[in-house]
């Protein structure tokens, strides 16, 4: 049955791919089955033979808990001549290997039924889960803070705005943001974020209302969502003229509200999507996602999320954390500059360090943050780095905001080896922040 499962999560993994049924078949069996895995096994511990493995059999648990540790050293030691490797990659690398759970408690299981090992080996083997599993990543977060990190890519590397595939455009159109509006209480903000954006790239918006396809497309509903749509499109241009901004009107039926919003943003080759924040956490979004999530599954371009609690244009100093330096994060950066150049604002950089990082470790990462940016043209420069040391980056984050009219943050996503998907800085930050926030994301992140 072991090998029949790893059989059949191969088969799986190749049939579904990486798009939005893998996440929710991930999502399913890491909340689900996992849990009953774990209960199940659970219950087959003899609490009395597990604390004789602590006492009476401590020199064999010590052995098998050693002899992982020893072996899987060795494998990592023996890369570092190979590879080149420094001590702390060989040492992270090592960490990394350590926790045993899903797999070996699986093996010591049908091990176990099949009189292979002894209970005196299966609580051993426990031991040696709970050993690994707290010992794995502690010693990761102690070295893998000593790697230097490469070098991020050059400036004309992370352009914000790539170009058109020649064989596919032709004829070279201009920039454009695309706008879905379906909240009337949003669209204005929406509408003069977009416009700004696109008057400083001398370009258009397109505001894009999506009725919901029905059987029947004489429905009433259907007619009804589209009387509605024409009228929220007439106000959008109406409040687009304010700007000075071209806006090229798109009234579409779709089936799904996201693919909807994706489909015409390649239609129309826009260079951005400027999207209203919905807050949706009940258990569909769980098992389902949301309309922001397939979104960022199937854009070609940039996508900016935004919750705006004042008129863009009064947005006047703006916060931006960093955390590493790689092109992802550079290109949030230029967002943000972007933006603030629409209306003069100020930019600044937030990076939480760990309090342990030695400080000729921070002042190089200041000084090569420095140098990327004077190496990109922008017309916003950067008013202030802030680098705060501290273990928990969530409450910086949002102490420092409360300082300023908007963050600006990165979509991001962390998954665990199941592939349950965990709360991120970036989630905690944007249910407790008081101040307007854009969610900036990448197709495909």
Known sequence: PIVGAFLAGLAVNDVVGDGPVKEKVEFVGSVLFIPFFFVCMGLLLDIPVFLEALTKNLGLTVAIVGGLLLSKWLAAALMKPIYGFRWPQVMTMWSLSLPQVAATLAAAVVGL???????????????????????????????????????????????????????????????????????????????????????????????????????????????????????????????????????????????????????????????????????????????????????????????????????PIDVRKILVPVKNLTAAAMRTVRFAQMFASTHRAEVSLLHVCDRRTPPSQIASFEAQLTSLLEEVESPTQIRSIIIIPSPHPARIILETSQQYDMLVLRSMRRRTAGGLAVSSVTEQVIQQVNCSVVLFGEPHS
């Not at 700004?196 to 009725?211: D, H, M, S, T, Y």
């Not at 497309?217 to 259907?222: K, V």
């Open 113 to 311: 039924q099949a009189d292979i090992i002894s209970s005196r080996v299966f609580n051993a083997v426990i031991v040696l889960m709970l050993v690994t599993s707290l010992l794995g990543p502690l010693l990761t977060s102690h070295y893998a803070r000593q790697i230097q990190p490469r070098a991020v890519s050059k400036p004309d590397a992370w352009d914000l705005w790539p170009e058109s595939d020649p064989a596919a455009w032709p004829v070279a159109s201009p920039f454009t943001v695309l706008v879905p509006i379906y909240n009337p209480v949003t669209q204005r903000y929406l509408i003069e974020m977009a416009a700004l954006i696109a008057r400083q790239e001398k370009g258009q918006i397109v505001p894009l209302n999506i009725a919901q396809a029905h059987v029947h497309m004489d429905d009433s509903q259907l007619t009804l969502a589209l009387k509605k749509g024409r009228q929220m499109l007439l106000h959008a241009e109406s409040l687009s003229q304010e700007f000075n901004t071209p806006a090229r009107t798109l009234l579409r039926v779709d089936d799904d509200i996201a693919e909807g919003i994706s489909r015409a943003a390649r239609e129309q080759n826009a260079n951005l999507i400027v999207m209203g924040w919905s807050p949706e956490q009940g258990l569909r979004a769980r098992l389902f996602g949301t309309l922001i999530d397939s979104v960022f599954w199937a854009a070609h371009c940039p996508v900016a999320v935004t919750r705006l609690l004042v008129e």
